[in-house]
């Protein structure tokens, strides 16, 4: 069975035989962590980055005042800081949210691997435009949606990704680890508002909440509340890139 980052980049690009076994010998072993220990701390220069193989995790800043938000929220298959130079610092912090299973691959194998795999190269290209999309779309959403679509749209982008091609046909109901301090640091909400919003979807028979799992119970009913179009997750790159992806 292939693992989660190599399904992911199936997802962005049309890889062969050859391909995917490249990528799954980018690194000899994996690691396991435990909920709330860190995959990443920010001002740490890295000479790799993490892949995500399974649960979730996230990335943060934590701002003068000591407030946290979250950034980016990883999902298996994910990986994070692929598109920074070793030499550089990372800014961000990444904490795990549930126990995880985590690989990590050097800067310079990727780039040996993008350099000798054109599939490869449009595969992680077209994973990082979809990761500066959700980027924009989360600044959208922060800038201009209120509570209640905010939540709603969070939902349905979470739903999707996990799906990944098939979302519409997957079941709606799906492991969701993120606490009601999580989702505040995410929407930049207080804890107190995001509640009053969970509350208002169960009360409307839209999502049902239990033991770190959601059902969503209207699919289509959130969406329209979201005003969610899937079209910046499911955006494919169709160039095989012969160049590396890095300078």
């Not at 749209?153 to 996990?162: A, K, M, S």
Request: glycine share 6%; proline share 3%.
């Amino acid at each position: 069975m292939t693992n989660a980052f190599v399904r992911r980049l199936q997802s962005e690009a049309n890889l062969q035989e050859r391909d995917r076994g490249i990528i799954e010998g980018l690194w000899q072993k994996t690691r396991k962590l435990s909920n709330k220990k860190y995959l990443s701390r920010g001002g740490e220069g890295a000479l790799s980055f993490p892949v995500l193989l399974s649960s979730w995790a996230a990335r943060y800043q934590i701002v003068r005042n000591g407030g946290r938000q979250i950034t980016q929220l990883l999902l298996p298959g994910d990986s994070f800081e692929f598109d920074s130079h070793s030499s550089e610092d990372v800014i961000d912090a990444i904490v795990a949210l549930c126990d995880c299973e985590v690989a990590n691959i050097s800067y310079a194998d990727m780039d040996q691997a993008i350099e000798g795999s054109p599939a490869i190269c449009s595969a992680m290209m077209s994973y990082g435009s979809k990761e500066n999309a959700i980027f924009a779309s989360w600044l959208v959403s922060i800038g201009r949606r209120d509570a209640h679509e905010l939540m709603a749209h969070l939902i349905c982008e979470l739903h999707h990704r996990l799906a990944v091609d098939d979302a519409d046909d997957a079941d709606v109901e799906f492991l969701f680890p993120l606490t009601q301090e999580d989702l505040a640091d995410v929407l930049g909400l207080t804890p107190v508002h995001v509640n009053r919003k969970l509350q208002m979807l169960r009360q409307n028979d839209l999502i049902r909440l239990r033991s770190k799992r959601l059902e969503i119970l209207n699919l289509p009913a959130l969406k329209k509340i979201a005003g969610f179009s899937p079209s910046y997750l499911t955006a494919r790159n169709t160039v095989q890139y012969p160049l590396a992806m890095r300078s």
